[in-house]
């Protein structure tokens, strides 16, 4: 075997969440590619309005891009393949049981040896009853048929910033009803508290700002680390061989399933964005460490912990970072990104406009929130919102026939405005990560994972050989470039194009592909 992960998976039954995500897709992808011999791996996957959990699962593995590998190696001969190792069931996490009706909630508890949940929501401030259901409730029904399973074993993906509002050094370490602002809590009360909250605020705006408060009191920084850290916590208490793996900023792929893949739009992507903006200045911490780990990185790792809680010696946190033993200060990236500009053009696509050639030599550089400019986004848009609130007073006192200029330049301040408020919330929601906080999250329980697999083997990945400069270059700028930067222009990203005839999964019926309760 050319991997002794492979081996340990090899007729393994595992059951999965967030396999249609961004790291759940790559960790898909490599999994197949390079541990065929998996025994089963069944998909709980959401359905949409006209495409079903397994069409949808069929349609992102025919076309998206972090599946070519497996395209590629198979062929015409795809389709079986994946029936004889993929089941895909239509399933809500955050309901009772999963969604799943009691026949096929049997059948996974009798059969399956390890629940792998991937699944969340992903927002930095979202509406709490999206972020509740999905990143609290939802783990905590993974963890229900998990420890149904025959041997009750659980991997559950969480985040680095767990750690909330520390700095130093944070071990790999949990320690349940330790919040981060040092005093103890309940989790279990807490997440009864989190329903009470839904229950007792009826709007988004309500609930954000009493999510928010209690995020703060507990030291959380916002709601997607306050819901993370919850589900950590009362994961804890279950009685159930837990792992819980805590990737830092997520990024471009490395190397698999190409250099550059990305999917969505994580937290460089509006940064770099910002980068090619007539703003000089970057509200961030120059020394501190932008800790990032290419999505490769993370699902090869997620693999070693998996296969190391198959085995029954896994460590209770791995971190999945980088900035221990190879970082990278934003003061580093903004130059990097600097010159990815000047070889890219400010879009990442070689374009050579006026306005590209011209910014690509104007620098951005980081600035504490004290130290900025008169001219930033905030001051912008209180400059342009008084000017457009200014000329709507003078269109009143005009005539008709004399308002249409004035017309045109207040729906132009208004665009103008939307896009500075667009900026300062994006700058208000990163503040706690790339100014506030600095953080060195520890990784020697994955390093040793990693020590255990010779150089060539495929789940094998070493950080520390990362050069920062030709990565965040050749690979990262032109990767957020080619599949992010369409998002914030509100343009489609590409895909690859679907099979002749499309992909399609489960023509040999399985046991366990049935539909829910």
Same mark, same amino acid.
């Given at each position: ?17 967030? *396999?249609?995500?961004?790291? #759940?897709?790559?960790?898909?992808? /490599? $999994?197949?590619?390079? +541990? !065929?011999?998996?025994? %089963? ?121 767990? *750690?909330?509002?520390?700095? #130093?050094?944070?071990?790999?370490? /949990? $320690?349940?009803?330790? +919040? !981060?602002?040092?005093? %103890? ?121 998996? *296969?190391?809680?198959?085995? #029954? ?16 200060s934003f003061a580093r990236i903004v130059e990097l990104t600097a010159l990815a500009r000047r070889r890219h053009g400010r879009d990442g696509t070689g374009d050579d406009d006026l306005f590209s050639r011209l910014s690509a030599h104007i620098d951005v ?153």
């Open positions: 075997s050319p991997s002794p992960i492979a081996d340990t998976l090899a007729g393994q039954h595992l059951v999965v969440t967030g *396999a249609t995500g961004f790291l #759940g897709g790559v960790w898909l992808s /490599l $999994v197949l590619t390079h +541990a !065929p011999d998996v025994g %089963r791996i069944t998909l709980l996957v959401r359905g949409r309005p006209g495409l079903d959990a397994r069409a949808r699962v069929a349609a992102m593995i025919d076309t998206s891009p972090a599946f070519r590998p497996l395209r590629d190696a198979h062929g015409a001969h795809l389709a079986a393949f994946l029936d004889a190792r993929l089941d895909v069931l239509d399933a809500d996490v955050s309901r009772p049981r999963l969604g799943l009706d009691d026949a096929t909630w049997h059948d996974l508890a009798r059969r399956a040896d390890a629940v792998v949940h991937i699944a969340g929501l992903t927002d930095f401030h979202p509406d709490p009853a999206k972020a509740v259901p999905a990143n609290v409730d939802g783990a905590l029904e993974v963890a229900t048929l998990a420890e149904a399973l025959p041997t009750p074993r659980m991997l559950h993906v969480s985040t680095a910033y767990v *750690a909330g509002r520390r700095d #130093g050094e944070i071990a790999e370490a /949990l $320690v349940p009803g330790l +919040a !981060p602002s040092g005093v %103890r809590f309940d989790p279990v009360a807490t997440h009864a508290a989190l329903h009470d909250l839904l229950r007792s605020h009826p709007t988004p705006k309500a609930r954000t700002e009493a999510a928010a408060d209690l995020a703060e009191r507990l030291g959380w920084p916002n709601i997607y680390t306050l819901t993370k850290g919850v589900a950590e916590h009362v994961l804890a208490t279950r009685p159930l061989d837990l792992t819980v793996v805590r990737p830092s900023v997520v990024e471009c792929a490395r190397t698999f399933p190409f250099p550059g893949w990305n999917d969505g739009l994580n937290t460089s992507g509006p940064i770099l964005w910002y980068c090619g903006t007539a703003f000089r200045a970057l509200p961030s911490t120059a020394e501190h460490t932008f800790d990032i780990i290419p999505v490769d990185a993370v699902a090869r790792w997620t693999t070693a912990a998996l *296969a190391a809680l198959l085995e #029954g010696r896994h460590a209770p946190v791995y971190h999945l970072a980088s900035g221990d033993v190879n970082p990278a550089v980081p600035r504490r929130h004290e130290a900025l400019p008169t001219v930033h986004p905030d001051r912008v848009e209180r400059w342009v919102d008084g000017l457009h609130r200014g000329l709507g007073t003078l269109s009143d006192r005009l005539p008709s026939a004399a308002t249409g200029p004035l017309s045109t330049a207040r729906r132009r301040l208004a665009r103008t405005r939307r896009d500075m408020g667009r900026l300062r919330r994006m700058l208000d929601l990163y503040r706690p990560f790339i100014h506030d906080h600095h953080w060195t999250f520890r990784t020697d329980h994955i390093r040793a994972e990693a020590d255990r697999l010779a150089s060539s083997d495929p789940f094998h990945d070493d950080v520390t050989s990362l050069c920062w400069r030709r990565y965040w270059i050749d690979v990262q700028y032109p990767g957020i470039a080619r599949w992010a930067f369409p998002i914030l222009r509100g343009e489609r990203v590409p895909t690859d194009p679907p099979s002749r005839p499309p992909l399609v999964l489960g023509a040999t019926e399985h046991p366990l592909a049935r539909g829910v309760a």
